[in-house]
């Protein structure tokens, strides 16, 4: 059972069960019969902060580094860094530490950020506008190939290098060039029906910025972010905390 | 230990420990000596998630509803709504089910979505620019009083009915008016400098969304939120499930 975000996606499990501080949609473990990811889910979020401060390291030249600093820069016991890493095949030296070029390469090929992925946004209100200009998705192998909206404002307009279509010609361009990803940035109220469209065009997993639970077929993976829980999320913390 | 986003709390812990499917910094379970918060951590995002959706039933003139209609709107059983719901004190009456509105005081009383929270954001590129225009806050009690920035090309302009101010002027308006909570949305080069300086003025919350991992003192409750990085956890629920 692949929990993202807490929506189970009946493919694959880990012994661990699925946990999240979010959603527990699971109250008991399930049997470890079929496990096809040798990767626990909570270590992928971890392998994605690794990847970020690796990515980090080779930018200032930095060509080894150690369980140590690496645990230091996301905020991990370098015990935990030193079994996320083992658990990839990948074999540090002792006394040297690990290359950064091939942990990045390693990491980047679990993750998937090896290949491009070709991602497509909908919904170029302010906050499609600030995704399709965000810098942090290209060098994780992320690429915005096109994006709609049905604003004549925004319809023709370039931004971020990506040129903003009409959404009526969803279909008609993902059909042409099918995208493996795409990004949900429209209204709660249209979210469901353009959801249904992606899923439709063969999108296999969608990033959901709408504040609204999208209900799909269990072989499409969705991860929700939603602004206003996050923040609320926060003030528990501040409120439980006095 | 709350965990937010994996950023370990040393102030309050569940007997389940702290599980995230992101990072999951404790391997041992915690003793359950020191618990002042009751709500067991998964059930806080679930919380939020309903919250959502009460809104929306009572903004469509809904006023009762029950475990079954809850859980599919938010894909939750109805066993484990009945048991995140009782947990609050709330009691749905046989045949009947739940007071909508009885169910968002208690669940915002809970959340702290009844009281007003003061929240000033720092960093108004695209990103920020955005969630000072996200209608989504204000409905959960959230008010953005103050914006900074150190871009004369934003300084002085009014986005989203709220003026962006010179960052110089941070220290001098927070403590004149202290905020609750602030959102980091700097580039992850200022991250740190900025964090800290909130904490030092007082703010014991922050939501961050540059891509870097923030180190502060346990007390201060840190959501992070990483673009990139929830791209990357979709393209491996997308890549593990082929």
Tied chains: 1, 2.
């Excluded at 030249?61 to 140590?68: A, L, P």
């Excluded at 799909?216 to 926060?234: G, H, K, M, T």
Aim: proline share 6%.
């Amino acid at each position: 059972m692949l929990c993202i975000n807490g929506v189970r996606q009946r493919r694959l499990f880990t012994p661990e069960g699925c946990f999240s501080p979010r959603y527990d949609h699971l109250s008991e473990p399930e049997s470890a019969k079929d496990v096809p990811a040798q990767i626990p889910q909570p270590a992928v979020g971890r392998l994605s902060l690794y990847f970020r401060e690796l990515y980090r390291l080779r930018e200032a030249e930095i060509t080894t580094t150690n369980s140590k600093e690496l645990g230091k820069l996301v905020n991990v016991s370098p015990p935990v860094v030193r079994r996320d890493l083992s658990a990839l095949g990948t074999i540090g030296q002792r006394g040297v530490g690990y290359s950064v070029d091939a942990l990045i390469d390693r990491i980047g090929q679990v993750l998937g950020s090896g290949q491009q992925w070709e991602v497509v946004l909908v919904g170029v209100g302010s906050l499609g506008d600030a995704l399709l200009r965000y810098r942090g998705f290209s060098r994780l192998g992320f690429k915005l190939t096109a994006a709609f909206d049905i604003d004549p404002g925004r319809i023709g307009s370039t931004i971020g290098g990506v040129e903003v279509l009409d959404a009526k010609e969803l279909e008609r361009v993902l059909t042409a060039t099918p995208p493996h990803l795409a990004i949900l940035a429209v209204p709660a109220d249209n979210a469901a029906e353009v959801a249904s469209l992606l899923v439709r065009l063969g999108v296999s997993g969608i990033l959901n910025f709408a504040p609204t639970t999208l209900r799909l077929p269990p072989r499409i993976a969705v991860v929700n972010v939603d602004l206003a829980s996050e923040l609320q999320r926060l003030a528990f913390a501040v409120q439980s905390g006095t």
